[in-house]
């Protein structure tokens, strides 16, 4: 299909344009203007962009992409490299950051809901991002965990009162424990994210709610991957998605 007609397709889809996001969402990087073969992935390093190149794609799709705000804006090095082989191969590159987190359906945080089986109550935080549901079957924090890791295939980092009970749980992918307050205010029993920092060991401790960092790469992995496949059905696109190992 043509390439304007995919972004413009997927820049309606994920409501693009209502994000407040820190990069640009749709065609980062602009390639040949029919796109037959696609490749995605969460994050547009070297080895995604050399494994589109082997597999001769014609487009990236991921959701870590490049030209972040704040980011040193010199083509050299790492960025160069990077740069030189979209361009020296004509392969577009398509990223979507926050409106892959936040979509209804193919969104990151969906996708976790769908992986456990959570039933969403509400959403809340900046932009919605942060979502509130309850699990199927309670269980406690140390069962939840369990089931994580073998979700996600990487056992994740527990803080907080391993025997309480999980009747509420609230999850927010990537980067996001900047949230971990309003879930405890919001009455959430347990909260799932990417990262951790410093001072959330202490909320954890303090609050008796606990919190599972389960890995930024981890919980991000499946909204690309769940809109690869939504364009391989109704467009008839070769769309592949690789899970590149990323212990983060």
Known sequence: MKRDELILYLDTLLEAGRCRDYCPNGLQVEGRPEIRRLIAGVSASQALIDAAVESDADALLVHHGWFWRGE???VTGIRKRRLQSLLGHDINLIAYHLPLDGHPEFGNNAQLARCFGWRLERRFGD??????????????????????????????????????????????????????????????????????????????????????AAGHHATERYGVRALAAHLAERFDLDCRFLDLDNPV
Do not use: K, M, N
């Not at 527990?158 to 749980?169: C, D, H, M, S, T």
């Not at 990262?195 to 401790?205: G, K, N, Q, W």
């Open 127 to 212: 932009q919605d991002l942060g979502w509130l549901g309850q699990p199927t079957v309670p269980c406690t924090v140390a069962e939840l965990a369990r089931q994580v890791a073998d979700e996600l295939r990487r056992p994740p980092l527990l803080l907080g009162p391993a025997e309480r009970r999980v009747e509420r749980v609230a999850w927010c992918s990537g980067a996001a424990q900047g949230l971990f307050e309003q879930a405890i205010a919001l009455g959430a029993d347990v909260y799932l994210s990417g990262e951790v920092s410093e001072p959330t060991v202490h909320l954890a401790r303090e609050s008796g709610v606990a919190y599972l």
């Open 72 to 74: 040193d804006g010199r």
